[in-house]
């Protein structure tokens, strides 16, 4: 089945809904309209498939480096597998960076110190919290999909285009 076009060339309907799935990652939830939310919807479900995935697939390494007294030292550090690495690249080639906001009455140095680790906010956010949600749920319920839900608010004022919330559960 063809994807809906949204009465958008390609590239401006390809932006928007890359605009809106990534910000349904990062808020939660998003108001749209019924035809864009069911396309955000699956997209956004597979997305999180493809996180729950790989979210726990992780190897340990041991590096070695040099301290400020020319000491070798050794470090035992957790890395994304290639397959995690993968999937992550594939996620991060889809969905935008957003900005790092700075919390109201966190200093300057704190929020660089909370950032410094985070390149890529919305993927770390898919990765470390939604998709081990959704991973343990499958495992209990023995069920995969329906991360997402549609509640129908009504027609919107001016046009009449069915509005609606769409949020993970």
Same mark, same amino acid.
């Given at each position: 089945?063809?994807?809906?076009?949204?009465?958008? =060339?390609?590239?401006?309907?390809?932006?928007?809904?890359?605009?809106?799935?990534?910000?349904?990652?990062?808020?939660?939830?998003?108001?749209?309209?019924?035809?864009?939310?069911?396309?955000?919807?699956?997209?956004?479900?597979?997305?999180?498939? *493809?996180?729950?995935?790989?979210?726990?697939?992780?190897?340990? !390494?041991?590096?070695?480096?040099?301290?400020?007294?020319?000491?070798?030292?050794?470090?035992?550090?957790?890395?994304?597998?290639?397959?995690?690495?993968?999937?992550?690249?594939? *996620?991060?080639?889809?969905?935008?960076?957003? =900005?790092?906001?700075?919390?109201?009455?966190?200093?300057?140095?704190?929020?660089?110190?909370?950032?410094?680790?985070?390149?890529?906010? !919305?993927?770390?956010?898919?990765?470390?919290?939604?998709?081990?949600?959704?991973?343990?749920?499958?495992?209990?319920?023995?069920?995969?999909?329906?991360?997402?839900?549609?509640?129908?608010?009504?027609?919107?004022?001016?046009?009449?285009?069915?509005?609606?919330?769409?949020?993970?559960?």
């Amino acid at each position: 089945m063809a994807n809906r076009k949204l009465g958008r =060339p390609t590239d401006q309907r390809m932006a928007m809904l890359r605009n809106q799935v990534t910000n349904l990652i990062w808020y939660g939830k998003i108001e749209t309209t019924l035809a864009r939310g069911k396309e955000v919807q699956s997209l956004a479900e597979h997305l999180v498939t *493809i996180a729950m995935r790989q979210c726990d697939n992780t190897i340990e !390494v041991t590096k070695k480096h040099m301290n400020d007294k020319k000491q070798v030292e050794e470090l035992t550090v957790q890395n994304d597998s290639p397959a995690r690495l993968a999937a992550r690249r594939q *996620i991060m080639r889809y969905l935008y960076d957003l =900005p790092a906001v700075q919390k109201e009455g966190e200093e300057k140095d704190d929020f660089k110190q909370r950032q410094k680790d985070v390149k890529h906010q !919305v993927v770390e956010k898919l990765f470390r919290e939604i998709a081990p949600k959704y991973k343990k749920r499958a495992e209990e319920k023995g069920q995969g999909g329906g991360y997402t839900r549609i509640v129908k608010k009504g027609p919107r004022r001016g046009d009449a285009a069915e509005m609606v919330i769409l949020e993970f559960i």
